[in-house]
């Protein structure tokens, strides 16, 4: 069980790093494109169409991929006061129920997710002339980074290994909480 947290670990720590990389370089794409839009409206007096339609395609890639790695890192919302009052045998029981209903809400939006981009996959969207499937690609990527992180942590929780993997406070270096 051990080798196999440890590389869970190890894959976790990689993917929530090129997830945090991927969401900053798309925040940065999005922000670089609603000034273009802004520099073609006022400026050229010729709106680009695409920015907006673009911008919130990207918008929901780097929101749900940095969710992902909000999980993983434990920066997501969370009843913290609740853990810290319960005896140590209650806090141990919610964290593993919180982190298998995370768990359980990664699987559910990677299912359903997939399953609304295959049923949109043939339609286009008119203004960028993309597949509209791919507006529901970034929930089924995001849920499933978010249930293996969650994994991840229930694995690294019952095993004693870790409280909750950092993957990158130090550059990529684990640490502990």
Not at 155 to 160: E, K
Request: proline letters at 4%; hydrophobic letters at 55%; charged letters at 10%.
């Amino acid at each position: 069980m051990h080798a196999f947290t440890a590389l869970l670990t190890r894959l976790g720590a990689k993917l929530s790093l090129y997830a945090l990389f991927t969401a900053g370089a798309g925040l940065v794409l999005m922000t670089v494109m609603v000034a273009w839009g802004v520099f073609g409206r006022y400026v050229l007096n010729d709106t680009p169409t695409w920015v907006e339609a673009g911008s919130l395609f990207l918008m929901s890639w780097f929101i749900l991929l940095g969710a992902a790695v909000g999980v993983r890192e434990s920066d997501h919302l969370g009843f913290e006061v609740g853990l810290a009052m319960s005896p140590p045998p209650v806090r141990a029981a919610l964290i593993l129920i919180g982190e298998g209903l995370v768990c359980a809400f990664g699987l559910a939006m990677l299912v359903y997710g997939s399953q609304l981009a295959a049923g949109t996959w043939s339609d286009r969207m008119p203004i960028i002339g993309i597949s509209r499937g791919w507006d529901y690609v970034p929930i089924a990527a995001g849920g499933a980074l978010i249930a293996l992180f969650a994994l991840e942590k229930m694995l690294l929780f019952v095993t004693g290994e870790k409280q909750a993997p950092l993957g990158f406070g130090h550059f990529g270096s684990e640490q502990e909480v």
